[in-house]
């Protein structure tokens, strides 16, 4: 069974920190760009970040550029999404999904995860 479990979510003042887990099971996880994507009330899901597996590469939307950062531990099949410097506007439920090539960018997301809530005070 494919599953891709969350966590590390929570509430957190602005300017404050957090660090979301995906865990990845059931799929040969180094074939598997993983992104993190968001949703929060009201608004579009948006793609956050990806990682590729082939050779790392990672991307980022201009919203969180410079203060978020992802990084995966294919021993572990796990991604992690370090997050700093939150806004309130960061508030949202966030999602790891994989989708089914190595490089971010040229393949459906197959697999997604049931989420994990992000709340950022102001």
């Known amino acids: 069974e494919v599953q891709l479990v969350e966590s590390g979510g929570g509430l957190v003042q602005a300017g404050g920190s957090l660090r979301l887990s995906c865990a990845a099971s059931?799929?040969?996880?180094?074939?598997?760009?993983i992104g993190w994507f968001r949703q929060a009330p009201g608004k579009e899901r948006e793609g956050v970040s990806c990682?590729?597996?082939?050779?790392?590469?990672?991307y980022y939307a201009d919203s969180v550029k410079g203060r978020f950062t992802i990084s995966r531990d294919n021993a572990k099949n796990t991604v992690y999404l370090q997050m700093n410097s939150l806004k309130p506007e960061d508030t949202a439920v966030y999602y790891c999904?994989?989708?089914?090539?190595?490089?971010?960018?040229?393949?459906?997301?197959?697999?997604w995860g049931q989420g994990t809530q992000v709340t950022v005070s102001s």
């Open positions: 990682i590729s597996s082939s050779d790392g590469r990672t």
């Open positions: 999904a994989a989708a089914g090539r190595r490089l971010c960018g040229v393949a459906p997301y197959d697999y």
């Open positions: 059931g799929f040969t996880f180094d074939d598997y760009a």
